[in-house]
């Protein structure tokens, strides 16, 4: 799923359309059903063809157009898709659907430092100013200018009103950093949704906090979820602060198997080396580490000292 799909997915389960008067009934046409039958079966050129026979028939239909902003986003094709949604707001200015729509378009692809973005969700909040997507974009606003503090109440403020939301709850436990309340965070998360990304929060929380082992406890349960690299590399981390250098050495292996060329792993495995005394293997690691990327200072230095 790419990320423009997930952006539109995001969406669509965030909005739920309100009928209105001005919308012409004919959504439950068969042209419509076909459009939606081939666009979950990610068929998105014929997708296209039914929405337009269906736009040309009815284009102040407030759902079709709705829908062709949809199959038009995920065509990479912006311009139409915001025509269409844009056409869905002159008809009736309050459709929250519509304006979060955009709010994905102009936020979410365009520039989320934009005017535009700035703008849509500034016309959001006078229609609903608990809307979830425009208080989501508003909160990446802040932090994208650093103003953590301001990105936190936002989120909060979204909790309040969605006390379910898995997204607010993660940007929160980040935000949080060490405090407690990342802690909290992350297990409201877990409450709802034994997620990888909820345990490997969880891991790094305490490997901040030097709690080894209870860090190396949560990438496990990461692992359990899904296997990636960096689970298995901060778990070697771990292994070398608590001076456990054989396990530190096969888990940093293990990472390496999954990415062979994942160079910090080689370096890290190569120091793990080292204090094992195993200096030939070191070597050959940090030789490795310049292969891959020949201006990895480190590794050149780590290599001269044992030369």
Sequence with gaps: MNYLLLILVFLISCSQPKPSNNSKKNSNSEFNKSYNKYLQRGDLDSARFYIDIDYDKAPDDLQILRS????????????IAE??????????ENDEGCYEKL???????????????TDIIANTFKVNNQNKVALLFEAQRFVFENKINQAISVYE?????????????NELAILYDTSYKSEFYYNKILELDSSYVAYY??????????????AI???????????????YYNIGYCHLMLDESSKAVDSFSESIIIDASYVEAYFARGFAYERLRQNKLAIEDY????????????????LEKLK
């Design 103 to 117: 709010i994905g378009l102009y936020c979410g692809v365009f520039d989320l430092m934009g005017n535009d973005c």
């Design 68 to 79: 062709r902003g949809e199959v038009y986003f995920l065509l990479n094709k912006f311009e």
């Design 287 to 302: 030789k490795f580490c310049l292969m891959l990327e020949p201006g990895y200072e480190d590794a050149r230095i780590q």
């Design 201 to 214: 929060g969880l891991g790094m929380y305490f490997q901040k906090k030097e709690l080894y082992q209870k």
């Design 217 to 231: 406890n949560n990438y496990q349960k990461a692992l359990s979820v899904s296997i990636k690299k960096e689970p």
């Design 83 to 92: 025509q269409s949604w844009l056409s869905c707001l002159l008809i009736n």
């Design 157 to 169: 403020n979204l909790l309040d009103i969605d006390s379910t939301n898995l997204r607010a709850m």
